[in-house]
């Protein structure tokens, strides 16, 4: 029965705390990727702890730059959307006016309003959502942070980790420990290159169809 018990509160407090092992996890695992480029730069003596740095400066500059490549598509194609919707819902009204949906669509006669005032209506009733998704905006944006920097001190000292995680194991089992989590290494990195070859060719392949067919901000899509 106490083991029971203990395997309960175990998993009970493992889906509590599950947003706490995913972040864990995506640190660990941008860490490994960056301990590679790490690596690289300590060849060419640059100290760790600079190059760690040095690298998480670089991966976000990237990510900066290709939103700022593709900002100006984003805020065009959102100035047609709000030009165009406009008149796409009065077309869409004055269609369901000739067709014997209108029933439906207004049941209790005009004092429902047309369908874009039903739609304004529901868009002012949805305000009510607008904190919960900011709280898990800004949720979102501090998770974020504290896997760079998990990350980045991860990269800076990699064996400091790999011992603190041995200490955890009897020193009988150690080795066994120790070639598990080398494994481990190699073969989340491995996945990593495959899965970044994976969505490069994707996104080509996605931006030349696109291109071939002539849909606009193509690269952004």
């Excluded at 598509?73 to 209108?102: F, G, Y």
Aim: hydrophobic share 55%; no cysteine.
């Amino acid at each position: 029965v106490g083991i029971v018990f203990g395997v309960l509160i175990a998993l009970r407090f493992l889906w509590l705390a599950q947003s706490i092992f995913i972040v864990a996890f995506l640190g660990v695992l941008l860490g490994l990727a960056m301990t590679r480029a790490v690596d690289v730069l300590e060849r060419i003596r640059i100290r760790r702890g600079i190059g760690a740095a040095l690298v998480l400066v670089l991966f976000i500059g990237t990510l900066t730059a290709i939103f700022a490549a593709i900002g100006p598509s984003i805020r065009e194609q959102t100035h047609v959307l709000t030009r165009q919707l406009p008149m796409a819902m009065e077309s869409v009204e004055a269609w369901v006016d000739r067709t014997p949906m209108k029933a439906l669509v207004a049941p209790e006669g005009p004092r429902q309003g047309g369908l874009t005032a039903r739609v304004g209506r529901e868009l002012r009733n949805a305000t009510k959502f607008l904190f919960p998704i900011v709280s898990s905006f800004l949720g979102a944006v501090g998770g974020v942070v504290i896997v760079l920097f998990i990350a980045m001190y991860i990269a800076a000292e990699p064996g400091l980790y790999r011992e603190g995680m041995l200490h955890l194991v009897p020193h009988r089992h150690r080795g066994r420990a120790e070639e598990w989590l080398s494994t481990l290494r190699d073969t989340l990195r491995q996945w990593l290159i495959a899965r970044f070859i994976a969505m490069l060719l994707i996104g080509l392949i996605t931006a030349a169809g696109l291109t071939a067919l002539g849909v606009k901000g193509a690269g952004a899509l």
